[in-house]
């Protein structure tokens, strides 16, 4: 019963001639106000969720490649150290 009366809306649903409405100019900037806003907040969401994780993952990468090279570094600015000791004017 419920089906055959979703089936009957649709079909009256479909039938219906063109509305004659007039949307005035205030109307209609409030309309597209309205869109570019709900566009503009998918987009920002959409920004928000997959952004700032590859931002992470990208800095999560950085400082590790930055402490490998510091680890790498570490032991020839010991030995640059010991070359240049009593050489200072």
Do not use: H, W
């Not at 930055?66 to 032991?75: A, F, I, V």
Request: charged fraction near 20%; hydrophobic fraction near 45%.
């Amino acid at each position: 019963m419920n089906l055959f009366r979703v089936y009957i809306f649709l079909v009256l649903a479909a039938q219906c001639a063109s509305l004659q409405a007039y949307v005035g100019p205030g109307m209609s900037g409030g309309v597209i106000a309205v869109v570019f806003g709900i566009l503009g907040a998918i987009i920002l969401a959409l920004f928000g969720v997959l952004y700032y994780p590859i931002k992470r993952a990208f800095k999560g990468r950085r400082t590790k490649a930055k402490e490998l090279s510091d680890k790498d570094n570490s032991g020839l600015e010991e030995k640059d150290e010991t070359d240049n000791e009593g050489t200072e004017p």
